[in-house]
C-alpha cells in the first residue's frame, strides 16, 4: 500500500495520523533519507524508518504528534550505542520530522441565511470545507453558496447522510427555534468537534429546557457553544460570522484560553426549577 493514498484515504475519512520522514543522514544508519513511516491515531504503523528502538521512539512521538496536533524534529546519535542497536552497527546520526496528518474541517451550516452566507465565505477562505442546509431552496442551492461541497434542501436528509467525526463543525443559524431544536437535538448525539448555535441566551435555555422535557440529557449541551462566537460586540451578519469562523479556528487549533460560553446544565436545571 503506498503511502500516500493511504494519506489520502484517511483524509477523506476524517481519520488522523502522524507522518515521519528522515530528513537528514550522516554515517551508517539502518535506512536511508527519505524513508517515511505513517502511523495511524489507532497505534498501526505502514512503512519504516528503520525499525528497532529508533523506530519505536518516532512511533511514540508520533502518538504526541496526533494528539497534540504540532510537527516536532528529532535528532538520534546512534554512534554505535547498544540502545539504538537493531541488529546493523550503526555509527551515523539522522534527524527525522514528524508532522501531523489531519483531515480537512468540514463547517455544516444548517440555515442558509445571511449570517451563513457570510459565514461560509469567511470559512471557506479559512480552510474549511462547506456544507450548508434549509428546507427553503431559494436558500440552500449551490448559485448562492458556491464554495460549497454539499448543499441540502432537507434537514432529514442533511442528518441522514453527514456522519460527523473529529473534524466536523457545526454551527446553527436555522430561521426559528423549532428548527434549530431539531439540528441541536441530532448534533449532540454526534461526535462532531464543535457544536454552536445562535440565539440569545434566553432562547437557549429555552431550547435546552424542552428538550430536557423530551427525555434528553442534560449533560449533552455542555460541550455546545452557546451564544455561538467569540465576545467581540458583533452586530451586523459580517460581524457575527468574524467571531464565530474566529471561534472555529480557535478549536481547530487548540488555543488555550477561550471562554466556554455554552449554558451549563446545572444553570439549565436551576431555570427549569423556577
Known amino acids: 500500500m503506498d503511502i500516500f493514498e493511504e494519506i489520502v484515504r484517511m483524509r477523506r475519512a476524517g481519520e488522523r495520523g502522524a507522518l515521519a520522514t528522515i530528513v537528514h543522514v550522516n554515517g551508517s544508519i539502518p535506512s536511508f533519507e527519505s524513508s517515511r ?16 528502538c529508533v523506530e519505536a521512539e518516532v512511533w511514540a512521538a508520533a502518538k504526541e504528534v496526533i494528539g497534540g496536533e504540532q510537527s516536532r524534529k528529532m535528532t538520534f546519535n546512534l554512534n554505535q550505542q547498544a540502545a539504538y542497536d537493531s541488529g546493523l552497527i550503526c555509527g551515523g546520526t539522522l534527524e527525522i520530522f514528524v508532522e501531523p496528518i489531519l483531515p480537512q474541517p ?10 451563513s452566507l457570510a459565514l461560509a465565505r469567511v470559512g471557506h477562505l479559512a480552510g474549511f470545507a462547506i456544507g450548508v442546509a ?8 449551490a448559485s448562492r453558496f458556491p464554495m460549497a461541497v454539499d448543499v441540502f434542501t432537507s434537514y432529514e436528509d442533511a ?4 456522519h460527523p467525526n473529529a ?3 457545526i454551527v446553527i443559524v436555522t430561521r426559528g427555534h423549532k428548527d434549530d431544536m431539531r439540528v441541536l437535538e441530532w448534533a449532540v448525539e454526534t461526535p462532531a468537534r464543535y457544536i454552536g448555535m445562535i440565539g440569545s441566551r434566553r432562547k437557549v435555555l429555552e431550547i435546552y429546557k424542552t428538550l430536557e422535557e423530551q427525555g434528553a440529557s442534560r449533560e449533552k449541551f455542555d460541550r455546545v457553544h452557546a451564544p455561538v462566537g467569540l465576545e467581540i460586540g458583533a452586530l451586523t451578519p459580517e460581524e457575527i460570522a468574524v467571531s464565530i469562523a474566529a471561534e472555529l479556528i480557535a478549536i481547530r487549533r487548540n ?3 477561550l471562554t466556554h460560553k455554552s449554558v451549563r446544565a446545572a444553570e439549565t436545571a436551576s431555570i427549569s426549577r423556577k
Open 106 to 115: 468540514r463547517l455544516y451550516l444548517f440555515g442558509g441565511g445571511h449570517v
Open 134 to 141: 434549509d428546507d427553503r431552496d431559494a436558500f440552500a442551492n
Open 255 to 257: 488555543a488555550g484560553g
Open 37 to 52: 513511516m505513517l502511523v495511524r491515531e489507532d497505534g498501526t504503523m505502514l512503512g519504516t524508518v528503520g525499525g528497532g
Open 159 to 162: 442528518f441522514e447522510r453527514i
Open 167 to 169: 473534524a466536523t463543525y
